[in-house]
């Protein structure tokens, strides 16, 4: 799975995607109504000024002498056109008469209706609706930059009787004036406003599912190691209380482990009494052939004891961590071994210094070689760096195991098949044993049929340590 799609498959991910969908969509959604009321707004004030013109047109008629209004009239003002008397218009503008009611005076009493726009320019009153665009838009063109938002005039005629009984017809326009583009259609803002988006969705789905990685690396530490620190209990009250179930479950854990620990290291301990005076006991049966047989039987029993003791005291060691030259103990642990006759081989070193309980590693390292050695003959020890993790190999050059005892060999008691030197082997608890001082120093051992022979034994541990 590439990390992309890893991501999105993770919770982070989804919630980001949802953060972002639903920021975004509401985002939109207020951006458009603002949009449409700063529209409504801007149409309102174009009125508002339009009216405000045409009163005071009427209003300086009105107090015009007779014989200059229609000189007046036919000049016009700024967007007023006299208008002949068979000229009408459209619909009443309702809007209009409302705003020039709102002011009072002459201009209340005036009738507004639309009309089409050729009415305010007659220059371009015989040009096909098309062509009547193309000249408007060249107009407004001039009056602002491309990409400008203008409002195009809107054409109204507007039929006033002054106080003497004079009554007038002429047509209205609306100037052009700049429109408040909408900020949808701006790249700048669009862009600027995604960005902040993604990365406030981003943090904010960082920050809500913090806590539970944080459980899932708590949880996974646990199953390496019981005896880890407890999770701060911290953050919102939900995140609290995880964690403090948490951590009471951990203690709970700790309780139960300790306790079958205990039991069974006195168990163990309790036998050593009856196995010694059975020992004694024994020294005096006559029939040396019996005796010999007995004695056999307990000393297995005695190794089966000593193997349980072992295993509790490796459960529940709390042994400090220090900086481990790792290939020093390697090499140390197999010199001793071939000091003692056996045939052990260290193939070579990483150079690697690991923060690890060094008698705990020992420990494992030991059974691991011991292991080797009775069940295969020999030992080949190594150890290298690889992708991501410092590995170390212990390699014997007996007959393997089979497959399904690959996994099965670390169950407490557990033994090879009969060509695994049944005879000389122990109880089954050295790799047991082992593989529980590994996932305490969070390391993990995997058994494998070696190509060239033999069981290899791969303690890895993932770089960095925790």
Not at 255 to 265: D, F
Not at 333 to 362: H, I, K, Q, S, T
Not at 432 to 455: C, F, W, Y
Request: proline share 5%.
């Amino acid at each position: 799975m590439s990390p992309l799609r890893e991501y999105f498959a993770s919770m982070t991910g989804r919630l980001f995607v949802l953060l972002a969908v639903g920021m975004g969509a509401a985002a939109v959604i207020a951006t458009a109504i603002s949009d449409a009321k700063a529209a409504r707004e801007f149409e309102r004030q174009l009125v508002e000024r339009t009216a405000d013109r045409l009163q005071a047109f009427v209003e300086f008629l009105d107090a015009s002498p007779q014989s200059v209004r229609e000189r007046l009239l036919g000049q016009g003002g700024p967007g007023i056109r006299k208008q002949p008397a068979e000229v009408s218009g459209d619909a009443i503008d309702t809007g209009f008469e409302q705003a020039l009611r709102d002011r009072g005076g002459l201009a209340a009493s005036a009738t507004v209706r639309r009309a089409d726009i050729a009415v305010c320019f007659p220059e371009i009153r015989d040009l096909p609706p098309p062509d009547i665009q193309r000249v408007l838009e060249r107009q407004h063109a001039q009056f602002g930059e491309s990409g400008t938002s203008w409002a195009l005039p809107v054409c109204r005629t507007i039929a006033v009787t002054l106080h003497d009984g004079t009554p007038l017809r002429f047509s209205l326009d609306t100037p052009f004036a700049e429109r408040q583009r909408s900020r949808l259609l701006d790249p700048a803002y669009i862009g600027l406003f995604s960005c902040a988006i993604a990365l406030l969705a981003f943090v904010s789905a960082r920050l809500a599912t913090r806590p539970l990685r944080q459980m899932a690396k708590a949880a996974t530490e646990l199953g390496q190691d019981l005896d880890r620190a407890p999770i701060e209990v911290r953050g919102p009250s939900e995140v609290r209380l995880a964690a403090a179930s948490f951590n009471a479950m951990q203690r709970r854990l700790q309780q139960h482990l300790r306790e079958r620990t205990q039991m069974l290291a006195a168990i163990t301990h309790d036998l050593q009494t009856p196995i010694t005076r059975l020992r004694l006991r024994l020294e005096r049966v006559e029939d040396d052939e019996l005796r010999a047989r007995l004695v056999a039987d307990l000393n297995a029993m005695r190794a089966l004891v000593d193997e349980g003791l072992e295993l509790a005291r490796s459960a529940e060691t709390a042994e400090s961590r220090v900086p481990l030259d790792l290939d020093s103990l390697l090499e140390s642990l197999v010199e001793d071994a071939a000091d003692a006759g056996a045939d052990a081989e260290f193939a070579g070193g990483c150079g690697a210094v690991l923060n690890l309980p060094p008698l705990a590693m020992r420990r494992m390292f030991g059974n691991l070689l011991d292991n080797a050695m009775e069940y295969g003959g020999s030992a080949v020890v190594s150890a290298a760096r690889e992708a991501g993790a410092i590995a170390v190999r212990v390699r014997d050059r007996g007959p393997g195991l089979s497959e399904d005892m690959l996994e099965r060999a670390f169950e407490p008691f557990a033994r090879g098949e009969s060509s695994r030197s049944r005879e000389t082997g122990g109880v089954g608890l050295g790799l047991t044993i082992a593989r529980m001082l590994a996932r305490k120093s969070g390391a993990e051992i995997v058994l494998r049929n070696h190509p060239d022979g033999g069981v290899e034994a791969a303690v890895r541990w993932p770089l960095p340590l925790p």
